[in-house]
């Protein structure tokens, strides 16, 4: 990874010595990273009514303080990156990050989410670097309901084509799907189709009820799995594990392609919880629902050693929830800040 400036990591002892851990003893292995909190669509769960209020005047990190503390919880012993937004590719430097984070000796996995909009001009550099993945946010197959999810007028035949691309490319492609009561239920399916003609995984999400997601109506992983048994019969647990998150995934009869569930709402598996997530503006968010963390970039553009910073995280990590608070039936929460803010 590159130099940050002169400063350089202590690997003898102090921060950097002892793995990452919460004060339940959950060890953290995993980062999602937002490069940016600018989106170019405007999905209505995550992004407000008024887009002016989009743009804020907050400092964000530049590449190189990414770079840095991307390399702090590396030596910390996080080897899981995942790049996010906002929109990640929309950064200016977005391959640059990934490509260094490819070349750190302590990372094990970088992947990155995005909405496929402007993949055709990536790929080919994300498939060159060997990113371990991309995860494609298609939560309608129809122009209609696609419109209506992503805020846009936009034909999904080009995001399709994209990810046809990107496979092609050799890139590691899963789908991402958010499924919505009265809204893309009657997508679940040929979303589902559409992966498994092309072996690509495809993981059902449940609606994190946060900020604008709190005005919508998630389906439970039941009421999907009852909805894809309906058309492809029972469906099976898979054996082995797919990915560096939380999703349990099934097999379907005839097909090697697999279905993941991420059941964060109805079937809470925070007590394996190895993940936190770092904001664009360097914000260091421990539970996705609760507001704990730490402030990074501030510390950070005082000066801060990485020493310190390394202490500042192990502090926060250290006051990591024990669970969230959401509730499926009224969609109660805590964390009012909207997901656009954390981070996908």
Known sequence: METTGGNRIEERDGPMHE??????????????VSLTHQCNYAYPFCMPSDLSRCHGTERSLSTSEILRLCRIFSRLGVGNFKITGGEPLLHPEAT???ENLKREENVACVTVTTNASTLDRHAAQLADMGLDGVNVSLNAISDATYGKVTGRKLKVSRILRNIDLACRLGLNIKLNMVPLRGINEADIIPVLEFA?????YVRFIELMPIGQGRSFSGLSMREVKRIIE????S????????GNGPAVYYTVNGHAAKIGYIAAVSEQFCNTCNRIRLSSTGF???CLHHNHGVELGIPLWNG???????ALIRQAVAAKPAHHEFSLETGAGLGDVPMYRIGG
Do not use: H, M, N, Q
């Open 196 to 200: 498994l003609e092309r072996g690509i």
């Open 304 to 310: 801060a050693s990485d020493d310190t910073l390394a």
């Open 284 to 286: 260091l968010k421990t």
């Open 230 to 233: 309906k058309r492809f019969g």
């Open 19 to 32: 793995p990452l851990k919460d004060g339940l003893g959950r060890r953290i292995e995993y980062i999602r």
């Open 235 to 242: 469906v099976e647990l898979a054996a082995g594990r797919f």
């Open 96 to 98: 640059r990050i990934l």
